[in-house]
């Protein structure tokens, strides 16, 4: 899911700037790709790769043997 959320990001900061969109100085091509990495490195760590019911259910198979 992170790694979704960096690409549309990158692609959203590559169109600021081949486009030369002047959106003020918070969302610039520079603070895009910062979120950007900050969603590759989310992905990398492995954040939100397990959620409850695949643990949940990963566990009840293993009790049945």
């Known amino acids: 899911m992170f790694a979704v959320i960096a690409a549309i990001l990158f692609a959203v900061a590559l169109l600021i700037d081949l486009l030369g ?18 969603c590759i490195a989310l992905h990398l760590a492995g954040a939100g790769a397990w959620t409850t019911t695949r643990w949940a259910s990963r566990r009840r198979r293993y009790a049945r043997r």
């Not at 969109?21 to 900050?38: E, H, K, Q, R, Y």
């Open 21 to 38: 969109i002047n959106s003020g100085p918070v969302l610039d091509v520079g603070t895009l790709s910062l979120a950007g990495f900050l």
